[in-house]
Nanobody, 126 residues
Framework: QVQLQESGPGLVKPSQTLSLTCTVSGGSITMNNYYWAWIRQPPGKGLEWMGSIDDFGLTFYSPPFKSRTSISRDTSKNQFTLQLSSVTPEDTAVYYC??????????????????WGQGTLVTVSS
């Protein structure tokens, strides 16, 4: 079965760029009808969908993160990465990667978060 695992530094200094990698096993990140997403949860707050990359390598970002976020992939390693620039302490959060399948049923489009990594805490502090 598909499994996802986040990796990266747990501590980042303010103004630097946060960089995380998600390694996918048991399935290819190029398989049809899948997005691969990054989500985060700041302490005491709800989940925030940051963006995703699709099976063609096209990227989509949530407006609050668009100016600071870049998602890319390495198909040879079956990994996708998140870069969040100019971080502040407010970017402290548990960061998750997840699979996001989609399908059509009649005229309706369905898309949902399916499988998640265990999450990794990133603290922004000097």
């Amino acid at each position: 079965q598909v499994q996802l695992q986040e990796s990266g530094p747990g501590l980042v200094k303010p103004s630097q760029t946060l960089s995380l990698t998600c390694t996918v096993s048991g399935g290819s990140i190029t398989m049809n009808n899948y997005y691969w997403a990054w989500i985060r949860q700041p302490p005491g707050k709800g989940l925030e969908w940051m963006g995703s990359i699709d099976d063609f390598g096209l990227t989509f970002y949530s407006p609050p993160f668009k100016s600071r976020t870049s998602i890319s992939r390495d198909t040879s390693k079956n990994q996708f990465t998140l870069q969040l620039s100019s971080v502040t302490p407010e970017d402290t959060a548990v960061y998750y990667c997840a699979s996001e399948p989609f399908y059509f049923s009649g005229s309706r489009y369905y898309r949902y978060l399916e499988l998640w990594g265990q999450g990794t805490l990133v603290t922004v502090s000097s």
